[in-house]
Structure formats: structure tokens, C-alpha cells
């Protein structure tokens, strides 16, 4: 069997070496797909909110165009509307706060102090599969929102949501 001839280029081996795994970074390790799927899952989750985000805009916008013009008889039409509004907005507030902690939430580095407290290995897939739980809660307030649902629902889904990020945070607050 005959070796391979870049097994005796020493430096111009190294070289390429280091450049395939990205200077000591290799794409192809389990827990840097693990590193990956949790970016994209995030990513999915937030456009899931963006869009139940929109979706409430969207009714919160036919509620004020529904509203009638003032008159002498009536000089302050659409009292109720503008209550649904205001609950409408307030909802949207909340689901762009989530957003913005979704988009936001730590994935532990590659670096030796996280590796003297947790295993990569176990850890990362377990981050991936609360992700996971987060894009179902994501999906679940999308339909939600994006029905004529009660507010009960929605805030239900939100709350949810809100339970499904802080389960997400104390896992990288646990020591094994």
C-alpha cells in the first residue's frame, strides 16, 4: 500500500490540515451541528413569531379602520374598538419581548472552562430539543394569533412561550 505524498509536506501539511477544520474548528463534529441546528431552530422560532407579530398588526389595523368618523351625535365612536386595540397592542408587546429573547439566547462557546462543567456531548442536544419545545409554543401562538381567537388563548400561548424560554435558560444554568 502506498502512503499518501502530502504525508511528507510537514508545514504545507499542517497548513491545509488547519485550514480543513477551520484552525481547530470542525464543521463536521456533532456538537458543532448541534451549535448550528440550535441557531437555525432559534431562527425558525422567531420568524414563527414575526409572523404572529404581523398577524395581530394586521387585525389590530382592520379594528381602526372599522372605527367610524366622529360626529355631534356620536363624538367619540369606537370606545370598545379601541379597547381591543389597546389589548391587541399590548399582546404584539409581548410576543416582540420574546422575540428579542429568542433571538438573543446564549449557546454555550467551545472553550474549556464550559467543557470542565458540562459535557458538549449530552448537553448541546438536550439545548436543541428545548428549541425544539420553543418552535412548538412559536407554532401553537402563530395559530393562535392568526385565528379570531379569544384573548384567553393567546395569552395562554404567550405564557407558554414565556415558560418554554425560562426552561430553556435554567438548562444553561445547571451544573451536572
Known amino acids: 500500500m502506498q502512503g499518501n505524498p502530502i504525508d511528507d509536506a510537514g508545514a504545507l501539511k499542517a497548513l491545509l490540515v488547519n485550514r480543513y477544520t477551520g484552525w481547530g474548528y470542525n464543521a463536521y463534529r456533532q456538537e458543532n451541528k448541534d451549535r448550528a441546528d440550535d441557531l437555525l ?4 422560532v422567531c420568524g414563527l413569531l414575526a ?3 404581523a398577524a395581530l398588526e394586521a387585525r389590530a389595523s382592520a379594528l381602526r379602520r372599522a372605527i367610524a368618523a366622529p360626529s355631534r351625535e356620536q363624538p367619540f365612536p369606537g370606545a370598545a374598538e379601541r379597547a381591543r386595540i389597546r389589548d391587541i397592542e399590548s ?10 429573547l429568542v433571538r438573543h439566547l446564549p449557546v454555550p462557546e467551545n472553550d474549556s472552562t464550559w467543557r470542565r462543567h458540562r459535557s458538549e456531548r449530552d448537553f448541546l442536544p438536550r439545548l436543541v ?4 419545545g420553543l418552535a ?11 385565528g379570531d381567537n379569544d384573548p384567553g388563548a393567546l395569552d395562554g400561548a404567550i405564557a407558554a412561550l414565556g415558560e418554554a424560554l425560562r426552561e430553556r435558560r435554567s438548562l444553561l444554568t445547571m451544573t451536572e
Open 41 to 44: 431552530v432559534r431562527n425558525g
Open 51 to 53: 409572523e404572529a407579530r
Open 91 to 100: 399582546r404584539v408587546r409581548d410576543i416582540e419581548q420574546a422575540e428579542a
Open 129 to 132: 430539543q428545548a428549541d425544539e
Open 136 to 146: 412548538l409554543h412559536a407554532l401553537r401562538l402563530r395559530e393562535s394569533a392568526r
